[in-house]
């Protein structure tokens, strides 16, 4: 008998479960007083934990494509469904939708306001894959709107069942993972804000000298283009394409665009506008004997500035657009004392730490970029070997 393992022994089947495929649980309590013995309680669970599978939006919009055969819930031959209270009037529904002209279905969920506060673990949105709701709040989001325990809601997302993790309570973080998740998340993002707008949630206002940190873009560039080779899965967050030749073989990466803007979420909405249409121009055949259009190049990053004064945090990301918090002590008095520039470095830095694969460090990757900045654009990795040598 192995001491490192419990006592255990085959079984014959007791035939629960009736087709090849699926898992029977049983489970013995000796506190016959256990409220896992509730069926009230067992059904408040199933609520919580499948609300998606018992809301008919949520079947007839995305997850009728999953179980086509629909879903069912019984406890002690009690049908569960939702309870007037668990199933309030839909506020905004929203279509999740991903590629390059947005047309492929990924995703439904749905946004509401309440009048009044609601208790932490009602508020924020939750995120379902299968109908299983995997999370629930807004750091998972990246967005927060002013009105934090009020906004509620649940998207389903499919897809991102390829990476859950074993227990079906997060995501998987490796570098493969996180591409998939972010991309999604952006999906999501982009779906939400409007709805944000909308209810009065989003507010913008910006203050700082433009043309004096335009040069501080080019700087960022060259630090991200060294970077993503160590942290590729950072790339769906800075909009980095790799270029494929005609011969099949993916070239080296392109270097990020970035821009530092002052205008609201408005003016990014209206440049992916425009970005769509362009797509569409440049993907015509051109006619014979003229010449293609060049594509315009578009930011993939963009670095923007707001006055919250409702959170704490340095920056947040949302879309691709990293907001800086100009309410902020730190920012206050780095511009007071002319270290701006240097503040946004360490705010995109910060920001883009809490993106990278799990096992890595997120203070190691602030170090490489600030290493690899101060060092105009060369690859940390280069610095510290050049460092080394010399100490030796």
Not at 226 to 233: A, G, I, Q, T, V
């Amino acid at each position: 008998m192995n001491e490192s393992r419990a006592p255990w022994k085959f079984i014959p089947s007791p035939d629960k479960v009736k087709t090849s495929r699926g898992t029977a649980v049983t489970i013995e309590l000796l506190d016959f007083q256990s409220s896992l013995l509730s069926s009230e309680f067992i059904s408040k669970v199933i609520r919580k934990h499948f609300y998606p599978l018992l809301h008919p939006q949520f079947i007839n919009s995305i997850l009728k494509y999953v179980y086509k055969k629909g879903v069912e819930f019984f406890v002690n031959g009690e049908k569960v469904e939702l309870k007037d209270f668990d199933s309030p009037e839909i506020s905004k529904t929203f279509r999740v939708t991903i590629g390059k002209k947005g047309k492929r279905l990924a995703g439904f969920g749905y946004l509401a306001k309440s009048k009044q506060e609601l208790p932490a673990e009602l508020s924020g949105i939750g995120i379902s894959t299968y109908g299983k709701v995997i999370k629930r709040g807004w750091d998972w989001l990246g967005i927060l709107p002013k009105s934090t325990f009020q906004i509620y809601g649940m998207v389903e997302i499919p897809a991102l069942s390829e990476i859950l993790t074993t227990n079906k309570n997060d995501f998987l973080k490796d570098a493969a993972s996180l591409k998939k998740y972010y991309r999604y998340r952006k999906a999501i993002q982009e779906a939400i804000l409007p709805i944000f707008t909308e209810l009065g949630e989003e507010r913008m206002s910006f203050e700082t000298d433009l043309k004096r940190l335009r040069p501080l873009e080019r700087e960022i560039e060259e630090t991200l283009r060294h970077l993503l080779k160590d942290f590729p899965e950072l790339t769906p967050l800075v909009g980095v394409i790799r270029k494929t030749t005609k011969t099949g073989f993916v070239s080296a990466i392109e270097t990020p665009q970035v821009e530092i803007i002052q205008e609201g979420l408005e003016k990014i909405e209206e440049g992916d506008e425009k970005k769509e249409s362009l797509k569409e121009k440049t993907e015509k055949i051109s006619e014979p004997g003229r010449k293609e259009a060049k594509k315009k190049k578009v930011p993939r990053l963009t670095i923007g500035f707001e006055k919250d004064s409702f959170q704490s945090n340095l920056a947040r990301m949302v879309k691709n657009v990293i907001w800086i918090n100009t309410f902020h002590p730190a920012y206050q008095k780095a511009r007071k004392e002319g270290l701006e520039e240097y503040h946004i470095l360490l705010c995109v830095a910060w920001v883009l730490s809490k993106f990278i694969e799990e096992a890595r460090s997120p203070q190691d990757f602030v170090s490489q970029f600030l290493a690899s900045w101060g060092s105009e654009g060369k690859s940390a990795l280069q610095i510290f070997k050049k460092t080394e040598q010399k100490s030796a």
